[in-house]
Every structure is written in structure tokens, then in C-alpha cells.
T-cell receptor, first 112, second 114 residues
Framework: SQTIHQWPATLVQPVGSPLSLECTVE??????LYWYRQAAGRGLQLLFY??????ISSEVPQNLSASRPQDRQFILSSKKLLLSDSGFYLC???????????FGNGTRLTVT | GQQLNQSPQSMFIQEGEDVSMNCTSS?????WLWYKQDPGEGPVLLIA?????ELTSNGRLTAQFGITRKDSFLNISASIPSDVGIYFC??????????????FGKGTLLTVNP
């Protein structure tokens, strides 16, 4: 069966520090991978998606970037965090573009 | 872009009551999904709908894909305390390209009083 792992679960970082959140999927190959941010208002905002290694599409201009160095690894990064980057970050995968998404357990990021 | 209106925003019910929530769209969708999110965790897929008029159950949960393809509802029967959480609808349009991306509703927060 397929599983998705996301870490760390919680993170407190000062403004201006770098960020690296990692997500890996097991039990499948060539998944579609996604990064979402969930603000306190509950809405899910798509940040990045990837249909293959090295292929990243950005949905909104922001202070973040994503990379996919391996087939089942998706990384969310920032060189310098802003206060507004605080939030709940969710990684998700799907076997195909028309399939439902399956989410990880998220990372709670607090920028102080 | 596509937008989803999910209602109600929140519900407070007594254990044993039935619950109904719905989502409407200004655009036609080819897929409707319903997720549940527990506090501090990621959303979990409950039901997936792929055909207009489709009615699908998962235990005490029942969801339908509206005939107009612009709406969907989720019913929960005989609620229990563990039903507490945020329920999200999500829709996907057709035609390929950017339409394969999911659009999420803003969620319905369900509280069940024992």
C-alpha cells in the first residue's frame, strides 16, 4: 500500500531563516506531488505541483520554492522566511492527474 | 477561476442527529471529492464521485454528485462524537490542462455534543 511521510510535524523558525520541509511517498512510482498551505481560515491553497522529476509548477507568487530531486521526494524551501509564511503545510500525492489526492499529516510552521 | 461555495460554515449538533452539508460551483465539475480533517492532521478522503447523479455511501456517510454537475452534498447519519472535524468538498473540472487541479471548498466545521 502507498504511504506518504511529511516532516517535521512542527517547526518554529525566526524571520529571515531558511526553510526545508520534506515529503516522501512510498509504494508507488511517478506520482503527482503537491504542496498546499492551509491558513487559519481553513482554506487550502495550492502552492506547487509536480508531475515528474524536476518538473515544478508554481501556483502563486511567493517567498517559497519547491524541488523534486527524486521520483518520490518533494521538498518545500525558502531562503528567508517571512512572518506571513506561518501556517499549516500539507504535502499530497495522486497516482494520476485525474485521481483523488492523498494528504500527509502536515507541518505546522510558526515564524517568529 | 473556479470557485466552490460550501455550506454551512459550521454546525453544532447532538449525538445521534443526522447532518447534511453541500457545495455549489459556478462551473461544471467532472469529479467531486469529500474529505475529513481531524485537528492537526491532513485531510482524509471519504468519498469520490465521478458521474452526474451518482450516489455513493461509505458507512454512515452518503454523498451525491448533482445532476447539473455544479453541486454535491454529503450526509452523515446518526452522528457520533468522532465525527467531529472539518469536512471539505473538492471539485475537478474537465477538458485537461489546468482543469485537472482540484478546487477546495472552505470547509464545514462539525461539532457533535455527546
Amino acid at each position: 500500500s502507498q504511504t506518504i511521510h511529511q516532516w517535521p510535524a512542527t517547526l518554529v523558525q525566526p524571520v529571515g531563516s531558511p526553510l526545508s520541509l520534506e515529503c516522501t511517498v512510498e509504494g508507488t512510482s511517478n506520482p503527482n506531488l503537491y504542496w498546499y498551505r492551509q491558513a487559519a481560515g481553513r482554506g487550502l491553497q495550492l502552492l506547487f505541483y509536480s508531475v515528474g522529476i524536476g518538473q515544478i509548477s508554481s501556483e502563486v507568487p511567493q517567498n517559497l520554492s519547491a524541488s523534486r530531486p527524486q521520483d518520490r521526494q518533494f521538498i518545500l524551501s525558502s531562503k528567508k522566511l517571512l512572518l506571513s509564511d506561518s501556517g499549516f503545510y500539507l504535502c499530497a500525492w495522486s497516482p494520476a492527474s485525474t485521481s483523488p489526492l492523498h494528504f500527509g499529516n502536515g507541518t505546522r510552521l510558526t515564524v517568529t | 477561476g473556479q470557485q466552490l461555495n460550501q455550506s454551512p460554515q459550521s454546525m453544532f449538533i447532538q449525538e445521534g442527529e443526522d447532518v447534511s452539508m453541500n457545495c455549489t460551483s459556478s462551473s461544471i465539475f467532472n469529479t467531486w471529492l469529500w474529505y475529513k480533517q481531524d485537528p492537526g492532521e491532513g485531510p482524509v478522503l471519504l468519498i469520490a464521485l465521478y458521474k452526474a447523479g451518482e450516489l455513493t455511501s461509505n458507512g454512515r456517510l452518503t454523498a451525491q454528485f448533482g445532476i447539473t454537475r455544479k453541486d454535491s452534498f454529503l450526509n452523515i447519519s446518526a452522528s457520533i462524537p468522532s465525527d467531529v472535524g472539518i469536512y471539505f468538498c473538492a471539485g475537478r473540472g474537465g477538458g485537461g490542462g489546468s482543469n485537472y487541479k482540484l478546487t477546495f471548498g472552505k470547509g464545514t466545521l462539525l461539532t457533535v455534543n455527546p
